[in-house]
Nanobody, 125 residues
Framework: QSQLVESGGGLVQPGGSLRLACAAS????????IAWFRQAPGKEREGVSC????????KYADSVKGRYTISIDNAKKTVYLQMNNLKPEDTADYHC??????????????????WGKGTLVTVSS
């Protein structure tokens, strides 16, 4: 069964850091780009970042540029989202998603093939 499982969420103080992980099972990442989305209570889902299967293409939402870094470990079939200088407005349920794509493209929009169940990030003092 193909699935994505997120981990690494938790409670952190403003200015702190967290690293989220998105692990794929049942399929390889060779033909899939991975994107991270987040949804805060009462708000629409927001595309945060994505990375191509080659790791050569990445994208970031303006709200996280310079603070978040996405990376991929194909051997471990895992994508990481390093989040630094976290702000209270980063509080949300974070989901990763896989989209079949060529190795050099990724998107934080469109139809995704697989979704994880999410991990909660809370930024609060």
């Amino acid at each position: 069964q193909s699935q994505l499982v997120e981990s690494g969420g938790g409670l952190v103080q403003p200015g702190g850091s967290l690293r989220l992980a998105c692990a794929a099972s049942g399929f390889t990442l060779d033909h899939y780009a991975i994107a991270w989305f987040r949804q805060a209570p009462g708000k629409e889902r927001e595309g945060v970042s994505c990375i191509s299967s080659s790791g050569l293409s990445t994208k970031y939402a303006d709200s996280v540029k310079g603070r978040y870094t996405i990376s991929i470990d194909n051997a471990k079939k895992t994508v990481y989202l390093q989040m630094n200088n976290l702000k209270p407005e980063d509080t949300a349920d974070y989901h990763c998603a896989a989209q079949r794509s060529n190795p050099y493209r990724c998107s934080i929009g469109g139809i995704m093939d697989y979704w994880g169940k999410g991990t909660l990030v809370t930024v609060s003092s």
